[in-house]
């Protein structure tokens, strides 16, 4: 993949520490874009953008004035962002009612928190600098805004509600989002990943990881982050992608437990 339009500008990767986010900002680095990763987690985090040349800032997504301050941050020493990749996000199970107790309020609150609103709070301000910057190419693109939806936005399993809500969230989101922007020649799409192997996934049995593979109609196993990378590589390359929804998923289609 050459992304030649973007080589040398600025990419934001959210989640960028560890998972699917660290996978894409290596991806943008090889292809020779400017890296900066937000996250919470310092210590993966500074080690990863140190690797890859690139700038760590500690961002909680979920809190909009922390957004702004790694946002000027990044357009203060590498300048104004092109891509945003929006991968953080957090998993917390509990059904609607559990044990004769109605969901907690404050683990749904912090999951469409950070999964949703983050996304959003990192999408909206990458998008102000973004319309601020000099077209580019022939057809004057000014940036691409990528997110990170999952599967469960469509299929959740049970226990997975707030999760499921946060993830749909962010699908209805796209649309509109490109809609917005259309005009000032931003592009915005968004990923739904299956079961990627992380490290989320990564500290579960190895048996279990291999049944969880071989629900995947094909191919039979967990996804790869590089796979992930890959189509996120793709969406910025090809200028044709926009306002839409990709699941990368194998195929599969997950049961309610
Ligand atoms: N791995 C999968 O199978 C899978 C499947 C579907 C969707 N997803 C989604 O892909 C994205 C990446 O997942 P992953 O598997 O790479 O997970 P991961 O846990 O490896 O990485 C997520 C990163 O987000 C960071 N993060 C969490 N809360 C944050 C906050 N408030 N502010 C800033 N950073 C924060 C974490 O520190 C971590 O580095 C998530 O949105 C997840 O929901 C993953």
């Avoid at 020493?77 to 044990?99: D, F």
């Avoid at 999951?111 to 601020?132: D, E, K, P, W, Y």
């Avoid at 967990?222 to 992608?241: Q, S, T």
Wanted: aromatic share 4%; proline share 5%.
């Amino acid at each position: 993949m050459t992304l030649a339009l973007w080589k040398g500008h600025v990419a934001i990767v959210t989640g960028g520490a560890s998972g699917l986010g660290a996978a894409t900002a290596s991806a943008l680095a090889q292809a020779g874009l400017k890296v900066a990763l937000f996250d919470l987690g310092e210590e993966k985090g500074i080690a990863h953008a140190a690797a890859l040349g690139g700038m760590f800032c500690r961002v909680d997504v979920a809190d909009p004035a922390s957004v702004k301050a790694g946002m000027d941050k990044v357009v203060a020493e590498l300048g104004a962002p092109r891509i945003m990749v929006n991968c953080a996000g957090i998993g917390l199970a509990g059904k609607t009612v559990g044990r004769g107790e109605a969901h907690s309020f404050e683990m749904f609150d912090k999951t469409i928190r950070v999964n949703l609103i983050g996304s959003f709070n990192c999408a909206s301000q990458a998008a102000a600098h973004m319309i601020a910057a000099e077209p580019l190419g022939p057809d004057g693109a000014r940036g691409v805004i990528i997110n990170t939806a999952s599967v469960a936005a469509y299929d959740g399993q049970v226990g997975q509600i707030a999760y499921s809500a946060s993830k749909g969230g962010i699908v209805g989101m796209t649309l509109p989002m490109a809609r917005d922007l259309a005009d000032k020649g931003i592009r915005v799409c968004t990923i739904a990943p299956g079961l990627f192997l992380t490290p989320l996934l990564d500290s579960l049995p190895e048996d279990v990881q291999r049944s969880l593979g071989a629900q995947v109609p094909f191919p039979s196993r967990l996804g790869a982050p590089a796979e992930y990378a890959k189509l996120a590589c793709h969406i910025v390359d090809n200028p044709m992608l926009n306002g839409e929804v990709i699941r990368l998923d194998g195929a599969i289609r997950m049961a309610p437990r």
